[in-house]
């Protein structure tokens, strides 16, 4: 069972890092005529997001093939380490699975769209996606949420020691303890 679980986590760990573009950072205010966060969203909206949805994520086969290129590393660090055995498990195992739910990714996604954005602008924003600009950038993302993540992770490591140094000041401020012990001298 823990492979089975491992192997899910890994799956929506790489399918966030495909979409992560086409996710919206934080939950946004919705715009006016957006349906309420608490009501479902009226069936044309939500369609309205479907479509968007579809078009932000691009060729489906795409998509597809980009989830599974990491998943071959991840499978090897599960323990199967010759690549090719890997890389068979992906295509026996994974990318079907994966195929055959693909839908239902959209759905959830449409639903967060269609909850934040009104039908109105989730049709605009389909013509942007619809337009040159919007195939090449829907064509750039997964180049471009790679760049985001080794951008944030290295942002994150240069700014980690000056928290680190502040965090243990303002604990040390306040009289708490870390929990941590006390180097001997």
Do not use: H, N
């Not at 608490?38 to 932000?56: H, S």
């Not at 040159?132 to 985001?148: W, Y």
């Not at 240069?158 to 502040?166: C, D, G, H, Y």
């Not at 303002?170 to 001298?185: E, H, L, M, N």
């Amino acid at each position: 069972m823990r492979p089975l679980l491992t192997v899910t986590s890994l799956c929506l760990s790489a399918v966030m890092s495909c979409t992560a573009l086409a996710q919206p950072a934080a939950a946004p205010k919705p715009s006016p005529g957006a349906a309420p966060s608490a009501a479902a969203p009226d069936p044309a909206t939500l369609k309205a997001a479907r479509d968007l949805v579809a078009q932000m994520q691009g060729d489906r086969t795409t998509v597809l093939a980009a989830m599974g290129a990491p998943m071959v590393g991840l499978i090897q660090q599960m323990g199967v380490k010759e690549a090719d055995r890997a890389q068979v498990l992906v295509q026996d195992v994974v990318m079907p699975v994966l195929t055959s739910r693909y839908d239902e990714l959209i759905d959830i996604q449409a639903r967060s769209y269609a909850a934040a954005l009104g039908k109105e602008d989730l049709q605009a924003i389909g013509v942007f996606y619809a337009s040159p600009a919007g195939r090449r950038l829907v064509a750039a993302q997964p180049q471009l949420a790679q760049a985001q993540m080794t951008g944030m992770t290295q942002w994150m490591q240069s700014v980690t020691p000056e928290m680190q140094a502040k965090l243990v000041q303002a604990i040390q401020a306040r009289g708490w303890s870390t929990g941590a012990q006390p180097k001997p001298r």
